[in-house]
């Protein structure tokens, strides 16, 4: 190279243009200017920079009260919340590189794919490579998955890169779902899905939905808002416990029966209703839908939602205002001729059970006589048609019910006014034909008659337990509270009782639980006509009949298996219900305690029993059994070896275990364990759990209490 | 005794280095919890190990400007060693480099772990280079109007246009604004230095068109890089900028006057590199006004500083130096500034001696150390001058 010298020495050959220095100084400064005008317009001008920015400022921000349980009648739980989660990806994360992602993206799929079982890992892997492709900083992987899910996911291919406590990339979003614990009473529970309210989750929203707070968040890494100082602004209020009137047996009883009556007759619909009959309390309300596959889904609240024609059950309607308003009496008789009767020019049939010729009221009752009521209304309102009519409204027939629960069904009852009422309206009313009621509003009706003509509002709900324990009880109310006198309903819940005893019924007269009721049997009015081939069958009744503690109606709609009457359809499902629930020792029979069955290991084989109602059973009868290994099993499913030795096997209602809350921060590890029935008790005042006193996998056993230690 | 600690050189450009030092600790102390979050070490020790680069880098600077830079020219071997190491260093990276955010940039260290940007070290040792070739440029010495215009042009290619095409080429293939910044400083650099116009706009022309030809023709010569810069330019123009822009808007748009104050950040959990790439927008976010007129100034104060080094200083080497470092760092500043308020595509460019950064702020004291000694040495020649001893430096 050149030999290098220091050249200062020869100043003339310098280039020292000042012209060049002001012009790159001058340069430089613009644009620094220039970005201290673009930092106040961004401050100051920029609308999307502000709403960029509103998205990161410290916020004042909802929290989410948890909503109240449900509980059944005897403080069972039904529904609570329970934690999930939402899991995204953030592709765009620091520390997710090519390499990683090229190198484990095939096994993630099939890890995902394997675990979910949803998509296949091809399918899988494309969703990946779409997200990754645009850097998606929010990718939705899989969403509604349980705490002991997330703790699987986490350790899958390409989430499991993570530092002390940073996952590359995996998002967690919490949010509480509704869990039916025991997956029954869907459709009268319901549900609140944005505005929509169902059931009672629908009608106790309002005490179910607590208050939401408000608290100071700020978004930190992967998009999660967290507090800023800890406090609330306003402190979120937790829900209220709502005691709902069902019982937790009665309503697994009366879903099993009906969902085997449907099955049996292959019915359209079905519906059940099982009310205690002094309070009204709703203790068990079950729907089914036949679907096209021939499965049987409870998804609309037939009992409450769909008014129909109620038929013969009508006729104690009937009956009540024959007697009460003419006098009439069982004895007094009318002619039925042939079972035919011509009124204009309509005819009313009888059915083939129906005597000919003159019968009696009480024949007309417990046979079901089209013939009679519509002649009896005909002849004896006929002139003066708002007459019956305003009986009808004494019962509060043409009012809705108003229970809390929404979606009801407005009665219909015609009245001359309308356009369509003729003189054929009035005796085809007598038996149940243009007018609709809801199932829940006749057995509203029947309940009055059975709870001695005081007719009481149904109720859903017992009582409201705000979180401090206060416990507001809701009233049973009367809706009349004086159907008739009391001689004569005693006399018409004699006749119901030969219903069963004689009438439409018999077919359910054997039995250890006296019942009485009255059936129906509705031609279904299908495309513009009734169909003389399809039927609805219902049935009303109350057991035990010599002192009435539960009425209940069974609704069967289009039954297709040949039976197609109340008395065959719908009354043996009421019998089915009825027994069980003697069985299960809910009520007593008071005539026939003393009177053990021939054979009592027979009498409870193959059922399955609360162990306390086996015990007093066995204590009754002298049952031999041992006892079952389980310690001391809930529920026991009963098999008679002998005459009158029984084996029990312990029954688990719902597998429920312990799960892992190690590691969950401490609130959702409370909901999750108190929601299987644990009691809780926290240690520590950390936020998350360190350690649990019940070791995972360990079984459930309600009211437990489980420590939970937190750092 | 006194004097083996004083500060030497040129006082406002020292206020402003420590300015930007003090700054750079003060703001590392918010922006290193993400990292201490995300990598799992307390942020108190990734705060520490950033204190003690800060204070090693002041050593550095003050150590270097105390040495002569004249030392560079003891033997005529230096600098070009220099220059061909860091070109090593760059073909090395792109070959066996560290992949961070698809790109090789970096250069792990065997043995001991350190990584660094080999560009760092390429683009000073390119702009000493220059200065280098240019003092031994016969022409610089005089105005050249004989020498026929080709003739100039070819003498040029060789001179000053290869080295810089040789480092801007091979750092492009990674890190094209860093490459463009390179090119920048070293165009400016020729300018500053009298290069006569006509030249300087027909490399101009040339190198605009050759980059232009490449941002195209890369992605079928299979550079990956090329769809990120495609993307990032594309989206310059659009409704809604890119991620890393929008939140470096939001960041900047929350400033305003006082700022949300220490640590008070919230886009530094969110912005990619709140540490490094977009220190700029979270000192504006956590110290408002006041943070940006503190940074603003500082390098304000650095460039005019240096400008008036180069104005002063008459020893053509020394004047290389610092109108070379001097550009390097505004520049770099200066694009890192405008990447994030949002004048410039998304880039990765730390803030001089600011971004958390080991490496790269030692490399960065090292150019500033530099200027300074340039300063010192044309300070003490001046009162030598007056002085009947002849500088001792000067032998």
């Known amino acids: ?711 | 005794m006194k004097d083996i600690f004083k500060l030497e050189g040129d006082r406002p450009l020292w206020y402003a280095i420590i300015t930007l030092l003090i700054a750079s600790v003060v703001i590392m102390a918010s922006t290193t919890k993400v990292l201490g979050y995300r990598t799992g070490q307390p942020h108190l020790i990734i705060w520490l190990r950033h204190l003690t680069f800060a204070a090693i880098a002041f050593f550095l600077v003050f150590r270097i400007h105390r040495a002569d830079y004249r030392g560079l020219l003891k033997n005529p071997w230096i600098i070009p060693i220099i220059y061909w190491f860091s070109i090593l260093l760059l073909v090395l990276t792109l070959a066996a480099g560290v992949e961070i955010n698809d790109a090789r940039r970096w250069l792990r260290l065997p043995f001991i772990g350190i990584q660094f940007q080999s560009s760092d070290i390429a683009r000073i040792a390119l702009l000493l280079f220059l200065a280098l070739r240019y003092i031994t440029d016969p022409d610089h010495q005089k105005p050249n109007t004989e020498t026929p215009f080709g003739e100039a042009m070819q003498q040029q290619l060789f001179r000053y246009i290869l080295p810089i095409s040789l480092t801007t080429g091979l750092i492009l293939i990674a890190d094209l604004s860093t490459a463009v910044l390179t090119g920048l400083t070293a165009f400016v650099f020729l300018f500053m230095m009298g290069l006569p116009l006509r030249y300087l706009i027909a490399w101009g022309v040339l190198a605009a068109g050759l980059l232009i030809a490449f941002f195209f023709i890369a992605p079928y010569i299979g550079i990956e890089r090329a769809a990120t810069w495609q993307n990032r330019l594309l989206q310059m123009n659009q409704d809604t900028p890119p991620y890393q822009a929008r939140l470096a808007m939001a960041a900047i748009h929350k400033g305003t006057f006082l700022g949300a104050g220490p640590g008070g950040s919230i886009l530094r959990d969110f912005l990619p590199n709140s540490f490094s790439d977009y220190v700029y927008a979270i000192i504006l976010e956590e110290y408002g006004w006041l943070g940006m007129s503190i940074i603003l100034a500082s390098f304000l104060m650095l460039f005019i500083r240096g400008l008036h080094i180069f104005h002063r200083v008459e020893e053509p080497f020394g004047r290389g130096i610092v109108i070379g470092m001097t550009l390097l760092i505004t520049f770099q500043a200066l694009f890192h500034i405008m990447v994030n308020v949002g004048l410039f595509p998304v880039t990765g460019l730390t803030l001089p001696m600011v971004s958390m950064g080991g490496t790269s702020m030692l490399i960065l004291s090292t150019a500033l150390g530099l200027i300074l000694s340039v300063a010192r040495v044309h300070e003490a020649e001046k009162q030598s001058h007056s002085d009947p001893h002849p500088d001792p430096a000067y032998e």
């Not at chain 1, 042939?338 to 007309?364: C, K, M, N, W």
């Not at chain 1, 019942?515 to 129906?520: H, M, S």
Request: hydrophobic fraction near 40%; charged fraction near 25%; proline fraction near 6%.
């Open chain 1, 1 to 711: 190279m050149t030999n290098v010298e220091p050249s200062s020495k020869s100043p003339g050959a310098l280039i020292r243009s000042a012209w060049r220095r002001i012009l790159v100084a001058l340069i430089i400064l613009l644009l620094f200017s220039l970005t201290v005008v673009r930092v106040l317009s961004i401050q100051f001008f920029h609308s999307k920079a502000a709403r960029y920015a509103k998205a990161y400022t410290v916020q004042e921000r909802p929290v989410e009260a948890v909503r109240g349980d449900i509980l059944d009648c005897n403080g069972r739980l039904l529904v609570t919340s329970v934690p999930i989660y939402d899991i995204y990806f953030d592709f765009g994360a620091e520390g997710l590189t090519n390499r990683i992602f090229r190198s484990e993206v095939d096994a993630l799929a099939r890890a995902l794919s394997n675990y979910f079982e949803d998509r296949t890992a091809g399918e899988y892997k494309r969703l990946l490579e779409k997200g990754y492709r645009q850097r998606h900083r929010y990718f939705p992987i899989k969403k509604g998955i349980s705490y002991r899910d997330w703790q699987v996911v986490r350790t899958f291919p390409l989430f499991r890169h993570q530092t002390r406590n940073y996952i590359v990339g995996l998002i967690r979003v919490p949010r509480y779902r509704r869990l039916n614990v025991y997956g029954i009473a869907d459709r009268v529970i319901g549900y609140v899905r944005n505005d929509v309210k169902v059931g009672i989750e629908g009608g106790y929203d309002a005490y179910l939905a607590g208050s939401h707070g408000t608290q100071r968040m700020k978004k930190t890494y992967g998009g999660v808002w967290v507090p800023v100082d800890g406090g609330y602004v306003v402190e979120p209020m937790m829900g209220a416990t709502v005691q709902s009137t069902l019982d937790y047996r009665i309503q697994r009883i009366a879903e099993q029966a009906l969902l085997r009556g449907m099955i049996r007759h292959r019915a359209e619909w079905g519906s059940v209703v099982v009310m205690e009959t002094a309070t009204g309390a709703v203790r068990a309300l079950a729907n089914l839908t036949r679907k096209p596959s021939d499965q049987y889904w409870d998804d609309r609240n037939y009992a409450i939602g769909e008014a129909v024609e109620p038929g013969s059950t009508i006729k104690l309607a009937t009956l009540l205002v024959l007697m009460k308003d003419k006098d009439l009496r069982p004895s007094d008789s009318i002619d039925v001729d042939g079972g035919r009767f011509r009124i204009y020019d309509r005819t009313i049939r009888d059915g083939a059970q129906v005597p000919h010729g003159y019968i009696s009221l009480r024949e007309a009752f417990i046979y079901s006589s089209n013939v009679a009521f519509g002649r009896w209304a005909y002849e004896l309102y006929g002139e003066n048609p708002e007459r019956f009519l305003q009986q009808l409204r004494a019962l509060k027939l043409h009012e809705p019910l108003g229970a809390a629960v929404p979606g009801e069904a407005r009665p219909f009852i015609p009245t001359p006014e309308d356009k369509r009422w003729s003189g054929t309206t009035l005796p085809w009313l007598a038996f149940g034909y243009g007018l609709k009621l809801t199932p829940l509003q006749i057995l509203t009706l029947y309940n009055g008659v059975v709870n001695g003509g005081r007719m009481v509002k149904p109720r859903f709900v017992e009582a409201i337990i705000e979180p401090d324990g206060d416990r507001t009880e809701i009233e049973p109310q009367t809706r009349v509270a004086k159907m008739a006198s009391r001689a004569l309903i005693d006399t018409i819940k004699t006749l119901m009782e030969e219903v069963v005893r004689h009438g439409t019924a018999r077919g359910i007269r054997r039995g250890k639980v006296p019942i009485g009721g009255k059936t129906g049997t509705v031609w279904l009015y299908k495309e513009g006509r009734y169909q003389r081939d399809r039927f609805r069958a219902s049935f009303v009744g109350f057991f035990p009949a010599e002192a009435p503690k539960y009425t209940a109606i069974v609704v069967i709609n289009d039954p297709q298996n040949g039976f197609h009457s109340g008395g065959s359809v719908a009354a043996p499902i009421l019998r089915e219900i009825a027994e069980k629930m003697y069985l299960q020792m809910i009520f007593e029979v008071p005539s026939r305690r003393s009177v053990p069955p021939h054979r009592p290991a027979r009498w409870v084989d193959r059922k399955k029993l609360p162990m306390t109602a086996f015990e007093t059973w066995a204590r009754r009868w002298g049952l031999v059994y041992e006892e079952p290994e389980s310690t001391a099993p809930e529920w026991i499913f009963t098999r008679a070896v002998s005459d009158d030795t029984v084996h029990l096997s312990p029954v688990r209602l719902l597998r429920r275990d312990v799960p892992n809350v190690k590691g969950l921060p401490v609130a959702d590890a409370v909901y999750m364990v108190e929601g299987l029935g644990l009691k809780t008790e926290i240690r520590g005042t950390g936020m998350r759990v360190t350690a649990q006193s019940l070791p995972p996998g360990t079984p459930v056993r309600p009211r437990r209490k489980i420590v939970l230690w937190t750092e």
